[in-house]
């Protein structure tokens, strides 16, 4: 027995957004970063829901073939997710960074003062 591409999508949309909210629970991934991927996955079981949006989303962007809309579309999404990310970790670099320099001021200054 085979299943069609739309139950397949719906299912596939369920248990990513099943696995994201166990993840959330276990506190292996951060509230903010989940919400993105329920998101994702709320669009997967949309599309499973309704496979036609695609098409109709592909003829509005002017794209005849509708699976390369979903891929450019999955392209797009992925690589704003990249660059998102990477701000975040420059972020946090640059924090860390300005603490190792605060901590080694606060160090040397109370070497100098004759604390140990």
């Keep these: 027995m085979t299943a069609s591409l739309p139950v397949t999508t719906l299912l596939l949309g369920v248990g990513l957004s099943a696995v994201i909210l166990i993840l959330l629970r276990r506190d ?13 996955a709320a669009v997967a079981a949309l599309l499973g ?8 989303m592909a003829r509005l962007a002017g794209i005849a073939y509708s699976p390369a809309f979903l891929l450019l579309a999955a392209v797009v999404v992925l ?20 603490l190792n320099q ?9 070497h100098r003062d004759g604390q140990p």
């Design 102 to 110: 605060r901590l080694a001021i606060y160090e040397m200054e109370r």
């Design 28 to 40: 292996h991934l951060q509230f903010g970063h989940g919400l993105f991927w329920i998101g994702i």
């Design 49 to 56: 829901l309704a496979p036609g949006l695609i098409d109709h």
């Design 79 to 98: 690589v704003v997710k990249a660059l998102h990310t990477d701000i975040v970790n420059t972020r946090i670099e640059r924090q860390v960074r300005r």
